[in-house]
Every structure is written in C-alpha cells, then in structure tokens.
C-alpha cells in the first residue's frame, strides 16, 4: 500500500519550495492548485455549471473562465465564493482521487497531495498522515515581501488573512521548520519519512 501524505503550509512558507524536493526524489505529487484550475476548463464538468450559476459574462473571448473576473465576484459576495466552491471542490477531490489511485496501482511508495487548505477545507481525511512547512512570522514575512514585491502592510494582510501557522502545527503529524537553509529542511523532511519507515 501507497503512504498518501498531504504538505500544506501558510503563504510562502516554503511549501512548494518541500513540494519540488518530493518531486526531485521521483515521488508523485498532486497539485490541488493546479487540478483546481484544470477543472475549470472548457469542456470540464464544472466549467458548464460556472456559466449555469455565473452567467456567460465571466468568459474570455476564447470561451474560457475569466478567473480574474470569477475571483473579484467571489471576492465581494460571500454567497457566491461558496456556490462556486460547492461547484468547484468535489471537482477537484475527483481529480486528485483519480490521479492518487494511479500512483497507488503503480505500487508507488508514497504520494503527495499539495494542498493550501488542508486543514481549512477539512481534507485531510483524503491522507494518511499530514506535514506542515513551517516559518516564524518575520521569515515569513521577509521571503513573502522579496517574493512578491509586496510592501510590509501588503504582505502582513495577506499573512493575517490566513490560519496562523502556528494553530496549523498543533494539527499536522509532522512539521518542518523552514527557517534555515532548504539543506537543513530537506534534512528534516528525509528523517520524518524515514520515520514513517518510507524506504527511498
Ligand atoms: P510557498 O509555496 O509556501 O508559498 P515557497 O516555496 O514559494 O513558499 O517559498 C517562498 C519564498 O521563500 C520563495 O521565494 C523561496 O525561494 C524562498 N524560500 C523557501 N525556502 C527557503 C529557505 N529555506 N531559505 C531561503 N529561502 C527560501
């Protein structure tokens, strides 16, 4: 049997950074920021509800979903941000279920599923054991700013806005503390798989 592991983190906490280290050791990782946007495309399931529920103004010239113009709608309607995701989400579990279950009759050894909202959603009954990648406040900060090109007040909203990283450790069965160098955390992330007996 397949370990499913999912890896969240907060923003720029260095999740992808974790996610491409899996991806380096050959281990099959699952995007649910990609299958989200995947999922929305023409011919998808979702993507004629969207147009049922939202109307044909939220399309680009090419007949796909104008994600910006969906985004600003959801962004001041509450209402609407969650019937797009009662559209949007099992959509994006069927996806990440479909592409889990291939890895599984591959005998791979594990598989990853890189979600945001792991503890948000409540999806962590999609895996068996969860990581958090984990940064204090001012790494976070810092590495959000650099990133982003954001100033100190942008990128303290966008960290303010989320579940604080901190409520997410007490929630994760394993946590790696990104603080230090990526060698220092790819170090961490090899004992913790070693831990869960995970033969690389
Ligand atoms: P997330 O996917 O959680 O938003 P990223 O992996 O993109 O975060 O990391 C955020 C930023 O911090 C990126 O610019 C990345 O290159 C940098 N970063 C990540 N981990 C480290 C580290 N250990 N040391 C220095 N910079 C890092």
Redesign the pocket.
């Known amino acids: 049997m397949s370990l499913v592991i999912g890896l969240t983190?907060g923003?720029?906490?260095?999740?992808?950074?974790v996610s491409n280290m899996f991806k380096e050791m050959g281990i099959t990782v699952i995007d649910a920021d990609i299958e989200a946007r995947l999922a929305v495309e023409k011919g998808e399931p979702a993507y004629n509800k969207i147009i049922e529920s939202f109307g044909s103004d939220i399309l680009l010239s090419n007949k796909e979903i104008d994600r910006q113009k969906l985004g600003l709608i959801i962004f001041h309607h509450e209402e609407k941000r969650q019937l797009l995701n009662e559209i949007v989400h099992p959509e994006v579990r069927k996806r990440m279920r479909q592409q889990m279950e291939a890895a599984v009759s591959k005998q791979e050894q594990i598989v990853v599923l890189d979600i945001p909202l792991l503890f948000e959603s409540k999806l962590t009954y999609m895996v068996e054991k969860t990581i958090l990648?984990y940064v204090d406040r001012e790494v976070q900060l810092q590495?959000l700013m650099?990133?982003n090109h954001l100033t100190i007040d942008e990128a303290e909203a966008r960290i303010h806005s989320q579940m604080p990283l901190a409520e997410k450790v007490t929630l994760a069965d394993a946590v790696l503390n990104?603080n230090?160098?990526?060698f220092e955390?790819k170090t961490q992330l090899l004992d913790v798989l070693a831990k869960w007996e995970v033969n690389l």
């Open positions: 983190g923003i720029a906490s260095g999740k992808s950074t990648v590495r650099e990133r990104n230090g160098t990526p955390t």
